[in-house]
Each structure stands twice: as structure tokens, then as C-alpha cells.
């Protein structure tokens, strides 16, 4: 491998994290709203998140990624750009994920912290955010990292449908003019783990700093 | 004499399982009242009913000057958790949060106290139950009676009119009962209205003004503490007679 050939697979690479964390900050946003839904007490909000939930869960991402793609210009709008195009497909596919994986973390906090908080006086929203959100997200840290880890080697899916250049495409084009299949998709496969890693560790330090807090 | 709880014909049913069938109860400011009875007969239920955390199917509440029956306004509702204090059989602390954060959280969010005002508040409840020096612990730290304390001072920071207890010793040991039971001891000489579900016989002799045996979803007997040892029914004869 010359410097020129690593030089387009750190490039590739550099596509992926930026899209991975534009998917994460994205969809950590319309996440969170998609949870909160499906706790809410109307029974209208609730059936709109769980039905956003099981679309969402039953459309293969690539079919999502088309959609968001070449949907726009179907409706006459100018040409999306395939950041933009992927940001949307893996937000709106990873929203539904976290929305589910938290709305189970939101549950998990015992009902008897509703009640306390409940006959303090606290009305709902204060209930959510002051009592309930911080105990759901200590629980939350886990599954949360896990599927941060998936969106990472999710965001390979932008290549096939929308030609953007993350690691995964960069590697196939190396490929495509040297066969030497090995080496590029060996050393995609470095750069993908030395991408989630660091999540996976910080995982671990954020569920121990949680913990040692109180003792 | 003010009246400060009134329950007509209350009754709540859980599905097919009638659990209050028709409770009349007055209790005037100042006055302890104890309930007993057995697993299943309604006392907890009874006691929740007060602070609307059980919604009644028949029948009307009125706790310290709010009437409800099945609905509430969310106006009246408000008011009636700043004015009636409840503490649990399992604590309920926040576990996220010190014992003096969980103290002042409620001081903060609904009266919208100043922190520096929320924090003597806190400070001064501690005292009361003897954790001045636990404010900085989290739940985790504490035993299950300081917990409890922890909790009593919780509820005390809202100043009730009105303080319910459900079961609040029937996950300790004798030793931290005995400093729990303490504590509601000393809330009871300044004067707090309370009511009590709770499984202390004795310490429901000692404290309580009246004491009332609930049996099947009705208040079977009731009367001052001397009930206790002349019970005038078969029912609260054999429950006092398993309980000591």
C-alpha cells in the first residue's frame, strides 16, 4: 500500500466517523422524542411512535437510504447531497432503535419513583426529567453504546445506494484497481475497530463513573 | 376542632376484588389514628385512597379541605400532595440523588424556592430526624432506617398538614424500627396530624389516639388504644391474639 492508497482509505475512514456522528447527535435528538411518545399519556401519540417504531424496523436501511436519496427529486426538489441523504436514512432508521431501547430503560425505572415523585408534588414533565430520564440513562449507557457501535458499520450502507465515500467504498475502489482484497478490506477492518473502540471504552468508564458517584 | 380527613361511603374495587366496602371516617386535626388489620383488608388501600394515588370507584374525600371522589381537578390535586405527606414501606428515595437533593428537589420544582432557602429547609428536617450529618450520602450509603428518615424528613420539607405511613417498619429489623419509630414518636408530640397503616402493635398503643381494625374492606372495630387489649369482636380478639 503506497501513501497515496492510505492516504484515500484514512480519507474513507474520516467519511465514516463524520457520518456516525452526525447519525448519533441526529438521532439521539428524534430518539429521544420517539421514547418519550411512547410513555406519553395521550394514547394518539403513543400509537403514532409505536407505528413510526414497526415501519421503521420492517424497511431494510438500504430501502430507506434510496428513499431518502432519490425521494426528494421525485418531488421536483433540487438534488440531495449524499451527506445529507445518508444522515436522514441512518437518523431516521437508528431513531426508531433508540427510541424502542429507551422506552424499555424509561419502564425499567420502578414505578414506585413515579409514585414518590408523584405525592412530592412533582407534575409530569418534572417527574420525566428530574427523577425518571436520570436513573433510565444510567441503564440506558450499555445498549445505548452497543447500537452506536452497529450505526458505525451501518454507515457502510451510504456507499451502496448513494456513492459516498466512507471506508467501506473507499476500500472497494482500492480493491477494484489493485485485487488485493485482503490487505484493503483487512485494514478497513483496523480502522472500523479502531473507530468503535474508543465508544466501547468509554462505555465502561461512563457505567463505572455512574456507579462510583455514589460509593 | 378541625376536621382534616373525611371519608363517606368510600368504596374501591380492583377489578372483580372488592377491596373498600363503604369506609366512614373522620379525623380531626392533631390526631393519630393507627389502622390495623390483616394482609388483604383494605388498610393500604384505605390510607392511599387519601392522597389520591388509589382512584375510588364510589363515595367521597375530603383531606385537608379537598373534596374529591373518582376525579379531581389537577389544581386541587396539586395542592392536596403539597398539603398531605406519604411515606412508604420501601422508601422511595431517588437514588441519583443525595439524601439532601432528594429533600429539596420538591421545595425547588413546585414551591420554587431559592436553593439557598431549599437547603435550610433541608437542614432543618434533617435535624429532626437526627441525619444532620447524612446529608451528603446517597440512598445506597444509608441503612434502611436512615433511609426511611431520609424519607420522613423528605415529606416533612412540603410542611403537610397531614402525614400518612404505610407500613413504614415492615422492612426493618427491630433495632433500625426502633429509630424510625422514634422519630414519628417525636412528629407526634409536635402535634402532626397522622395516620398510620402499620403492623407495631405496641408502638400503635403508645402513640395512636384511636385505633382502627379494618376486616374484609370495612373498619370492623375501632376505639381508643384499650381496644387492643379488650377487643369487643371474634375478628380482632383472634388478630390481636396472633400478634402477640
Known sequence: MNQEQALYLLAGAWGTVLLSALTFACSALLGLAIA??????????????????????????????????????????????????????????????????????????????????????????????????????KIAVPPTVGFMVQIVKNTSFASLVIGFAELSYNAKILNNSTFKPFLYFGAAAVLYFLICYPLSWFSLRLERKLTIARS | MTEVVRLSNVHKRFGDNHVLKGIDLSIRKGEIVAIIGQSGSGKSTALRCMDHLEIIDEGEITVCGHTFGKGISSADLKKLRQDVGIVFQSYNLFPHLTAEQNITLAPRSVRKLPAAQARKIAADVLAQVGLSD????????????????????????????LMLFDEVTSALDPQLTGEVLRVIEKLAAGGMTMVLVTHEMAFAMKVAHRVIFMHEGRIHEQGGAEILRNPQTAELRQFVSNGL
Request: charged share 15%.
Open chain 1, 36 to 137: 418519550l411518545m411512547r410513555v406519553s399519556g395521550s394514547r394518539a401519540v403513543r400509537s403514532t411512535a409505536f407505528g413510526y417504531i414497526n415501519v421503521i424496523q420492517g424497511t431494510p436501511l438500504l430501502v430507506i437510504m434510496g428513499i431518502c436519496f432519490y425521494g426528494p427529486s421525485i418531488f421536483g426538489a433540487a438534488e440531495t447531497s449524499p451527506l445529507f441523504a445518508a444522515v436522514l436514512a441512518l437518523t431516521v432508521h437508528a431513531a426508531a432503535f433508540l427510541g424502542e431501547i429507551w422506552r424499555g430503560c424509561i419502564e425499567s425505572v420502578p414505578r414506585n419513583q413515579w409514585e414518590a415523585a408523584e405525592c412530592l408534588g412533582l407534575n409530569r414533565i418534572q417527574r420525566m426529567f428530574k427523577v425518571i430520564l436520570p436513573q433510565a440513562f
Open chain 2, 134 to 161: 447524612k446529608a451528603g450520602c446517597y440512598p445506597e450509603q444509608l441503612s434502611g432506617g436512615q433511609q426511611q428518615r431520609v424519607a420522613i424528613a423528605r415529606s416533612l420539607a412540603m410542611d403537610p398538614q
